[in-house]
Structures are given as structure tokens and as C-alpha cells.
């Protein structure tokens, strides 16, 4: 299983059982190293002091190869015995600074004087190379305090000045004292990372929940969630990133659209209101001019004052008509246009909420994702308990994945994933369903699958991945996993079920890899 579920205290069981395996003395360098590996970090990350150690090591054999300390310290270094290191560099650096006895004579003995003129220039390269690492580990744009950062220098100070073994032991112990008081103290860019890192999805998960009625906006919101739940690095970020600019770019333009159609029809429907006022205006007005005209003609005094009454009730009867009609046509072509925004309202609501639909998918693999899986187990595990048949969850992971990625790249990484995903979706049945756990992780859902029947069925895939050989740049990558499986007992929740299946997976790994293992609770 990844990192993203285990906890240090996991973390350090499994490193002291991986220094088993591989047979390694669980000396600080080597737990520092397997550690680093299992939680997905740097050697650097880990133990920086060694790292820098490492670093100056590696530089001065490169910079100086046919030096009589360059074959032992490469050897050391491969073997990675850190005690010989540090004693081979404090040796080069004391005989670098050693007085010389016997006086020099550029006539009588240039190549000795050039020697230690060279010897003088490479302690002096040693100290100011060991003092730009130190510099460079510790800065405040890294997150350590401008106190720590001060201290920095008043300690790659002393190095410079350090000439003798004396001054060079003291200065070391001095380094050794603050790189442990900074571990103590918890300062660098790992605190910063990660407090920026939870502070961003305390601000996705309130962007959620403060949008209660747009499905669209909680789904993106989940999406980006789930990506900032994998562990912290640069593709993670890069990839977090990448889905937050098309949640507001894909958002921004859908919403923009729906909000000038909402607009569109609370202006129209302000429209009518405002004519139906005038027609109940007009209608008022041209009530009282037929009472008065009702009055005028009771009390017409001979024929040519009626005919004059007459002729102008017609005229205002007339205009009365004309704009009624104008009224209705206006009407009629509002109406028309609010049925169109309405049409155009429900089409953009209906793609937004397919939009939404979307994000139960891995992007890159188009399998499920953590969202997509929780819906599908539900209705699996009820489809389960009301049939009363067996539900069985396995739980895989890509042998090897971190090598291929340095060997091939991450793009050939990426790859690889979409390879596998299309291979188990074409080797499984119609009902199972396959889901992105996280990285190189993947779930499988088989309903109504016994325990024997799941493990045929991913040794099947197994067989078929093999077939099927994964083609980077015209070369044949064969591409293998472990998995575990397990069968949900009664009752049993999504979590308990996948780490049941997530041990078995561990098996599967220690026993040899590219097996399947079911869970001992289910092997009766």
C-alpha cells in the first residue's frame, strides 16, 4: 500500500524488516536509506548531514581522481561505509594542513613545492566547498529561521578557519551537535511543505461544503482533494495544479454562459411584469374614458354633438386595439425567447451534472478514482447483503514501478499505468469494477466471487499483463504485479476490507513478487 496510509511507526517496521531481507546491519546510514525509499523521499530529506557528507565525497572524487584517497573513498562510498568516509576526508584534510619540516627549495625541488602548493589549494577548495554545502542546506528560503541561518554562518566561519586536526575535530562535533538540534527542533522546508500542503486542502474542503447546491463545484472540489490526499512531491503538485486550472477554466466558461441565460430570463419576466402593469394601466384609463364618453352621450344635446362623441370614442377605441396588439406580440415574442433561455438553462445544468459524473474517473487511466469506488462498493455490498453472495476485493500494486521510472521516465511511467489498467479492464467481466487506489495501487471489485474464484481470476490477469508486453520506445517492458485478495465478511466497511487485502498484498510482495495472495482469514 502506499504511504498516504502508513504511519511512521508502520514506516519503521517495515524499513527494519526490508534491512532483513536484504541482509544489511541496521546502522543509521542504512535505515536512513531504506526509510527514505519507503516513505517516498530523498536520502536528503531524511539525513541531510549525510547527504552533504555524501555530496563532499562524491566531489572530491571526482575533482581529484588520481588522488591517493580517491579509490578508498569511492569504495566506501559504494559500500557505503560512512565511518570510512568521514575518516578518509578528515585524514586528506590533516595531511592538506600539515606543516612541512624540511624546507623548500623551488630550485633544488619543484615538483615538492608544487605538491604542497596543490596541497594548500585543496584544503583550502575542501573548506570552502564544505562550507557553500552547508550554506546551501540551510536557508531561509528553505523555511529555517534567520537565528538558524546566523548560526549557519558563524559554523562554516570556523570551518574556513579550521587549521589544524585539532580546530578541524572541533568544528565537525560542532556541525554534528547542530545538524541534531535541528532535527530536534523540526525546522526546514519538510514543516513548511507540508503545512502549506494541509492548509490547501483545508481550503478545497471549505471551496466544497460552502457550495451546498452545485454538485459540479463539490465534485471538482473532490477530485482536487483526492489528488492532494497522495503523498507531497512535484508531480503531485504539477498534477493538482494541472486539475485546478481546468476546474476554473471548464467552471468559468460553463458558468459564465448559465449565469447571462439566468439573467436573460429575470430580465424578460421583469419585462412582461412591467407590461402586463402597463396593460392593467391602459385597461384602467380606457375603463374611465368609456364611462366618461357612457356620461357625454346621455347628455348630447341634438345629432351633430352625439356624431362628434361618436367619432372620437372610435379614434380611442381604435388606438386602445392597435396597442393591445403591439402588447400581445411583444408578449408572445418574450415568451418565446424565455422558453429558449429555459431550454438552454436545463441543457447547460444537464452537462455540468455529466461533468460532475466525470470525476468518479483516474484521469489518466480512465478507471475509477477513491470518489468513483466508494459509490461502486456501495452498490456493491448492498447488491451483496441482499443476495447473500460473496464480494471480493483485491488490492495491486506494480512490481518494480519506482525503477521503471527511473529507468524510463515518468511519461513511460504514466504509460505503463494506462497499459495495465487497459489490460485488466479487457481480461475482467463486465460486473467488475477497477479503481486507482493511488500511484502504482489499484482496486478490483469482484461481486459475486468466491475467495477461489478471485484468486483464478487475478492470476488470469497476471497471465495476460504477461502476454501483453508493455512497447516504450520499440522496446518490450514486461510489467508485473503483486496483489492481495480478501472477501467481505458481514458487515465489514470498504476500509477494513481493502487493508485486510493490502496485507495479503505485502505477502505476496515478501514472498517474491508477481503473486497473489489471499488473506489468511479467508483461507479457512
Known amino acids: 500500500m502506499s504511504d498516504t496510509k502508513s504511519s511512521p511507526a508502520e514506516t519503521a517496521r517495515e524499513v527494519f524488516r526490508q534491512l532483513a531481507l536484504q541482509r544489511k546491519p541496521p546502522t543509521p546510514e542504512n535505515y536512513s536509506r531504506v526509510y527514505a ?46 565511518n570510512t568516509v568521514n575518516r578518509i576526508i578528515k585524514s586528506a584534510l590533516t595531511r592538506a594542513q600539515a606543516p612541512r619540516t624540511a624546507p623548500q627549495v623551488p630550485t633544488a625541488a619543484p615538483a615538492h613545492a608544487a605538491t604542497a602548493a596543490d596541497s594548500r589549494d585543496a584544503a583550502r577548495a575542501l573548506k570552502d566547498l564544505i562550507g557553500k554545502t552547508i550554506a546551501f542546506l540551510v536557508d531561509e528560503r528553505l523555511g529555517y529561521t534567520a537565528e538558524v541561518v ?28 547542530f545538524w ?25 474542503h471549505n471551496m466544497g461544503d460552502l457550495v451546498v447546491d452545485d454538485q459540479w463545484v463539490k465534485g471538482q472540489a473532490d477530485r482536487i482533494r483526492g489528488l492532494l490526499d497522495a503523498p507531497l512531491s512535484a508531480k503531485s503538485l504539477e498534477e493538482t495544479q494541472r486539475s485546478y486550472k481546468e476546474f476554473v477554466f471548464r467552471q468559468g466558461t460553463l458558468k459564465h454562459t448559465l449565469d447571462e441565460a439566468a439573467q436573460a430570463v429575470r430580465n424578460l419576466t421583469a419585462t412582461l411584469i412591467d407590461r402586463m402593469g402597463s396593460i392593467s394601466e391602459s385597461t384602467g384609463q380606457f375603463s374611465s374614458t368609456i364611462s366618461r364618453y ?16 361618436l367619432e372620437r370614442l372610435l379614434s380611442d377605441t381604435k388606438s386602445m386595439h392597435l396597442e393591445m396588439s403591439a402588447t400581445h406580440e411583444e408578449l408572445s415574442a418574450s415568451r418565446d425567447k424565455v422558453i429558449q433561455y429555459e431550454a438552454r438553462v436545463r441543457t447547460l445544468q444537464a452537462e455540468l451534472a455529466q461533468m460532475s459524473e466525470m470525476i468518479r474517473e483516474d484521469p489518466l487511466t480512465q478507471s475509477l478514482n477513491r470518489r468513483g469506488l466508494e459509490q461502486q462498493f456501495s ?84 497471465r495476460e499483463l504477461t502476454r501483453r508486453f508493455f512497447m516504450h520506445n520499440n522496446e518490450r517492458v514486461l510489467i508485473t504485479f503483486s496483489a492481495g485478495l480478501a472477501v467481505r465478511h458481514p458487515d465489514e466497511p470498504q476500509e477494513q476490507l481493502i487493508e485486510r487485502a493490502d496485507r495479503a498484498m505485502y505477502e505476496a510482495k ?13 483461507m479457512g
Open 294 to 309: 357612457s356620461e357625454q352621450i346621455r347628455s348630447a344635446d341634438g345629432l351633430p354633438a352625439l356624431s362628434g362623441l
Open 150 to 177: 546566523r548560526e549557519v554562518a558563524v559554523l562554516v566561519e570556523a570551518v574556513s578557519h579550521a587549521m589544524s586536526p585539532a580546530e578541524i575535530d572541533q568544528s565537525a562535533a560542532r556541525l554534528r551537535h
Open 379 to 462: 452498490i456493491e455490498q448492498a447488491r451483496a447483503d441482499r443476495k447473500r453472495s460473496p464480494l471480493c476485493l483485491a488490492v495491486l500494486d506494480i512490481d518494480n514501478f519506482k525503477h521503471l521510472n527511473d529507468r524510463l521516465g515518468h511519461s513511460a511511467g504514466d504509460d505503463a499505468l494506462k497499459h495495465l489498467a487497459k489490460v485488466v479492464r479487457e481480461t475482467l467481466r463486465p460486473s467488475d469494477s477497477l479503481a486507482r487506489y493511488g500511484g502504482e495501487e489499484f482496486v478490483i471489485l469482484l461481486p459475486d466471487t468466491t475467495p477461489e474464484d478471485g484468486e483464478k481470476v487475478m492470476i488470469r490477469v497476471q
Open 510 to 522: 515478501r514472498a517474491g513478487k508477481n503473486r497473489v495472495q489471499r488473506a489468511p482469514e479467508d
Open 180 to 204: 541534531l538540534k535541528l532535527e530536534l527542533r523540526g525546522e526546514g522546508p519538510e514543516p513548511m511543505l507540508r503545512g502549506l500542503h494541509d492548509l490547501v486542502r483545508l481550503m478545497v
Open 37 to 82: 525509499q519507503q516513505a517516498g523521499l530523498t536520502f536528503a530529506e531524511v539525513q541531510p548531514a549525510a547527504a552533504a557528507l555524501e555530496s563532499l565525497a562524491r566531489s572530491l572524487v571526482t575533482e581529484s581522481p588520481t588522488a591517493d584517497y580517491a579509490k578508498p573513498l569511492r569504495e566506501a562510498l559504494e559500500s557505503g561505509h560512512w
